[in-house]
């Protein structure tokens, strides 16, 4: 609806045939998308429990908070089918990404509440979320995931490996230095690497039409000679189709991909946003599109699945949070000397 | 007027620097809706427009750059470096050619640029965005480093940058700023309307003793004062030095006060190797050793980046209760 018209009943299926899904998958990134937002909007709950008035420094979960809610179909499309050993390198927003490419639901709760049975033992917090197992990372830096998704690409390369590297990052990351610079290089060097922008508008307070020569980042891409698409960032089978090309194509060795999503959050920059640099029209007018809504809407139209089956869905999703939120809660601090601990390996 | 903590009073000072000297632009993240988002440059939007404020894109590196650029042809830019932990984005254009290009130049090229930027943790923001960082550009020759603790000082100060032709990197802390959505440890004080210059190279004495010399700058001045009331309840008379720049620093002050009290305690919440602890020691002892009753102590941040879970975070920057320990321990070594 966005940049495509929305498709009829007849050409969504035939869309999504041929895109290699099946009925079930369709089910299963409801189920995926579902997890992230609930995930978020319990996080949202919980990070401002005993911040009122609000400081980022009270609460149970203390800092700053970049939540993803209306972002999920960029995650969950772009990583439905990639493997363990292929790295994904997000940003400051970072937990649908982490979702999408399965990283435990409690550990990552624990992460984010400082306990000792989180991702990193307590010590990056909701930035920096680090995951061995399935291969994530990520940093509060803006720009960083760039190279460094290019040079896990390269490392693939070098060792022969069919894997492929991903780098999320917003459009107001893809001003950065980074961007133009790994383009080329992955370019000239055909690394399987795929570069991810989710343009949602804006970087913090920032609105893209004051700080953007170019309407799109895709074009920057093309420059580089580096295939690059624009796609509906609200439409899940729009997002994983042409990522799965992509991804094929750099397991191939035919080197890079940039995908432009369209995306934007419901909720601010960061907790405690005050909004101040957007309408409230504008907000609602992507609140209706609601990228896990318009799933469910095709999802019931196409007679995948009826009502009764998408609640289990959203019942289990939201008890797969429940679970992780109680387990994070649960679990203990760590012991203050690890603080001095880890330095070198 | 009374003022509420460093950030409306640096943004105070830009403002009236800016009516008077039209050379003045702000340039960086979010300087616009958000004031640089630690309020810096609060209120400046609304006064002078997108005319003389400039949101930038993330782009460190360049607008860094183009801060050099613009103060070659005449201009003075107020930079913002949001966090000093994003330094490493735009930092070659900062002390390869902002640091460098007087001198290297032979003295045609002044650098008029007032870097501002956020420094510090305590809020559970980890390794990423607590950091202090000063050290770094005390190091690098070409910087003046400037670290206000009080509404007076951040203003007095800035305006001074703003009439300096060198490069001026100004440290706010955030738990100094006095915005609402962070603790706050800092003073609210009267501040005079008009502009007024605070000297750099001048520490101030925050308090004054007999038995005990504290040295620190920033937030760690508060923390080393709130010690120095429990130091007191145990008839340890202490006092506390704000060094208020780094670069310039006032050897004099510290000189003399180590000579009075014969035990120097320094407190940064830098990380502590080959940083500012160990530069102001160095200059304590080439001065006034024979003057020491005991060796210098130091506190600062143990050389591991700052962590996420608040246990952690407790664990490596300095708080109230760790500086009266260590001055404790100091005062009765001897
Ligand atoms: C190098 C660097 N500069 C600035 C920042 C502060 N900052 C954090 S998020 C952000 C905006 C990022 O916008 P975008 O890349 O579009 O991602 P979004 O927040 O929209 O997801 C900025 C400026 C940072 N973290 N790192």
Known sequence: MIIKPEPSLKDLSYLIESSGLKPSDLLTMYRRMLTIRYFEETIRKIYHEGKNPFSMASGIIRGEMHLSIGQEAVAVGTLYQVRDEDV???????????????????????????????????????????????????????????????????????????????????????????????????????????LVIEDNKYADSTPKSLVMSTTFHYQRGLAYNVPSYLVDGMDVIDVYSTATKAIERARKGFGPTLIEALTYRYVGHFEGDGEEYRTKEEVEMWSSLDPIRRLENRILRLNYADNEILAKLREEARKQVQDAIDFALRSPYPDPNEALRGVFA | MKIRGIAQSIAEAIKQEMERNDRIVVVGEDVTYWGAVFGF???????????????????????????????????????????VDFLGAGFDQMYNHMAKNYYMSGGQFPMPVTIITAIGGGYGDSSQHSQVLYGLFAHLPGFKVVVPST??????????????????????????????????????????????????????????????????????????????????????????????????????????????????LIVDEDYMSYGMTGEVAFRIQAKALKDLKVPIARLAVPDVPIPFSEPLENTVIPNVERIYNEARKLYQES
């Open chain 1, 88 to 194: 994904v390198v997000s940003t400051h927003r970072p937990h649908h990404h982490a979702i999408a490419k399965g990283v435990d639901l409690n550990r990552l709760a624990a992460e984010i509440l400082g306990k000792v049975t989180g991702l990193c033992r307590g010590k990056g917090g909701h930035m920096h979320l680090f995951d061995k197992v399935k291969s994530f990372a990520c940093s509060g830096i803006v720009g960083a995931s760039f190279p460094q998704a290019a040079g896990a690409a390269f490392a693939f390369k070098y060792s022969g490996k069919d894997n492929v590297a991903i780098a999320f990052a917003g459009e107001g990351a893809a001003n950065h230095g980074t961007f133009a610079e790994t383009l080329n290089i992955a370019s000239a060097w055909e690394l399987p690497l795929i």
């Open chain 2, 151 to 264: 509404p007076y000082d951040a203003k007095g100060l800035v305006t001074k940058a703003l009439r300096d032709p060198n490069p001026v990197v100004v440290f706010g802390h955030k738990l100094l700023t006095g915005l609402p959505f962070l603790p706050f440890e800092g003073t609210e004080e009267e501040v005079p309307d008009e502009p007024y210059e605070v000297e750099f190279g001048k520490a101030v004495l925050r308090r004054e003793g007999n038995d005990l010399t504290i040295i620190s700058a920033g937030l760690m001045v508060h923390r080393s004062l709130r010690a120095a009331e429990m130091l007191q309840r145990d008839g340890i008379s202490t006092e506390i030095i704000d060094l208020r720049t780094l670069i310039p620093l006032d050897e004099e002050t510290i000189v003399k006060s180590a000579k009075k009290t014969g035990r120097v």
């Open chain 2, 41 to 83: 440059t609060m209120g400046l939007f609304e006064k002078f427009g997108r005319k003389r404020v400039f949101d930038t894109p993330i782009t460190e590196q360049t607008f860094m750059g183009m801060a050099v650029g613009a103060a070659t042809a005449g201009l003075h830019p107020v930079v913002s470096l949001m966090f």
